[in-house]
């Protein structure tokens, strides 16, 4: 007697165990079925980002020459790190899709140091930027364009970090983590430079983009230098 085979009449139930081995302990069809969905999930995360990216930095840069902003320059540059950071997720996870899981673990670390080392120069580039305003005592001219795409970008960043970190857990994966990281980041740089347009505008204090965009500093390298290790989501 042929021996019975799992068809769709015949579901099977997930656990949702172990998931931070970042895959699947089995061949078991369940669990790589959820693990397939995951990934779908996370390329359609990482694809919005891009999009989104693309009008931010654009807008950002191009508002941050005219009005002669260094943290809306930051802000656009910014926007290009989460570009690249996102690409290289893209990377990792269609390797993963195409190879074995022990070339995607390969991947996974090798992207994972990317991410982080992209954490780490957007914290060099927050600390330059905030210490030459700081010494050149430079403030910023009010942009309309600049202030509604930094507006609009907190609670796009928002959305978007959160789903990339339950996502990030799901799979076990560190890089992901640290491209949830910079979207955190890019989400509080936003609120910088809001507050930062807002005030000056108000009150003519052109120090105080600089000071609070050191505050995220800490968080950069943090995640950076855990990026880097390659240390365990869990």
């Not at 021996?3 to 769709?8: G, I, S």
């Not at 954490?119 to 202030?147: E, M």
């Amino acid at each position: 007697m042929d021996e019975p085979t799992l068809t769709a009449a015949q579901p099977a139930t997930c656990s949702s165990d172990d998931r931070c081995a970042g895959t699947p302990r089995t061949a078991d069809p369940c669990a790589e079925a959820e693990r397939a969905s995951l990934l779908r999930r996370a390329f359609a995360l990482e694809y919005a980002t891009v999009a989104w990216m693309l009008i931010e930095a654009g807008v950002a840069i191009v508002s941050g020459i005219r009005a002669g902003s260094v943290s809306l320059l930051a802000f656009g540059l910014d926007s290009l790190i989460e570009i690249a950071s996102a690409g290289v997720l893209i990377w990792r996870l269609s390797v993963e899709l195409r190879s074995s899981h022990a070339f995607a673990e390969r991947a996974e670390r090798r992207a994972s140091r990317i991410a982080g080392a992209l954490l780490l120069a957007l914290a060099i580039w927050v600390v330059a930027a905030a210490s030459w305003k700081l010494a050149t005592r430079t403030g910023q001219s009010f942009s309309w364009p600049g202030f509604v795409v930094a507006l609009l970008a907190m609670p796009v960043m928002a959305a978007l970090a959160r789903r990339k970190l339950v996502l990030a857990d799901a799979l076990g994966s560190r890089a992901m983590r640290a491209d949830a990281i910079e979207s955190v980041t890019c989400g509080w740089l936003s609120l910088v430079v809001v507050a930062g347009l807002s005030v000056e505008a108000l009150t003519g204090a052109w120090w105080v983009d600089s000071v609070t965009s050191l505050a995220i500093v800490w968080l950069l390298v943090k995640e950076g230098r855990e990026a880097l290790r390659g240390e365990a989501c869990c």
